[in-house]
């Protein structure tokens, strides 16, 4: 079945460092995936995007890229602020009949950044 | 403002109990949905719902229950018979019946079994 992978944190950073949080994921067809993230005690906010293969979904100085050839969709922000502290998600949904009503979530990477 | 809401923020809850947990929308979307999560993992789906008085089965169903009476609310109750309720349970939803939005989701309930 459909599945995302995650990198497993925490991840630690200095703030303005350059940020990666890896994600793959096992799909058929080409599923949308998203980046979502999660401040303590909070709900999930959908961060950013992406419907079709080499689309880039961005938002807050973050970005992502579809690569169907990899099937990745890391995502990125080129310098970090302490306010980015927060737990990061990568979902995708699925294309087919059992699969597209619902999202398929990694684990979730942990990101702390220090000032 | 649009958005959703769930309440209670926290609920405790004695073994043997059923509860019930509160979420509401005033986005005007068709679809709804509760996933349950626990620490250090992905979110997983309960129930969800494309229209009024229909709801389906998710990965995780067994111990809970659910209702779609409005188009607005989505009531999740956790019965006794769910073995390891303890947990942040989140609600969502998105625009149509089709699921090819994005879901948007509330600020979650923690749910503590003592």
């Known amino acids: 079945g459909d599945s995302v992978t995650q990198m497993e944190g925490p991840v630690t950073l200095s703030e303005e460092a350059f940020l990666t949080i890896n994600c793959t994921y096992t799909?058929?067809?080409?599923?949308?995936l998203f980046w979502y993230v999660q401040y303590p005690g909070e709900g999930l906010q959908l961060l950013l995007k992406?419907?079709?293969?080499?689309d880039k979904g961005s938002n807050k100085g973050f970005e992502a890229t579809y690569r169907k050839e990899t099937t990745s969709f890391h995502l990125e922000k080129g310098s970090v602020q302490v306010s980015d502290s927060a737990v990061y998600f990568c979902?995708?949904?699925?294309?087919?009949?059992?699969?597209?009503?619902?999202?398929?979530f990694g684990s979730g990477t942990r990101l702390l950044v220090r000032p | 403002d649009g958005g959703i809401t769930q309440s209670p923020k926290y609920l405790f809850r004695k073994e043997g109990q059923n509860v019930t947990l509160s979420c509401e929308q005033n986005?005007?979307?068709?679809?709804m949905y509760w996933y349950r999560q626990d620490p250090g993992q992905g979110l997983r789906l309960i129930y969800y719902s494309q229209i009024v008085n229909d709801f389906q089965k998710g990965d995780i169903a067994e111990g809970y229950s659910v209702s779609r009476e409005k188009k607005e609310s989505f009531p999740l109750t956790v019965t006794s018979a769910q073995k390891n309720p303890t947990a942040f349970y989140l609600c969502?939803?998105?625009?149509?019946?089709?699921?090819?939005?994005?879901?948007?989701f509330g600020p979650g309930t923690r749910l503590t079994v003592l």
């Open positions: 969502a939803s998105s625009p149509t019946q089709g699921f090819t939005d994005t879901q948007y």
């Open positions: 979902a995708l949904r699925g294309v087919g009949i059992g699969s597209s009503y619902k999202l398929i």
């Open positions: 992406a419907t079709k293969a080499d």
């Open positions: 799909a058929t067809g080409y599923p949308s």
């Open positions: 986005l005007n979307h068709d679809a």
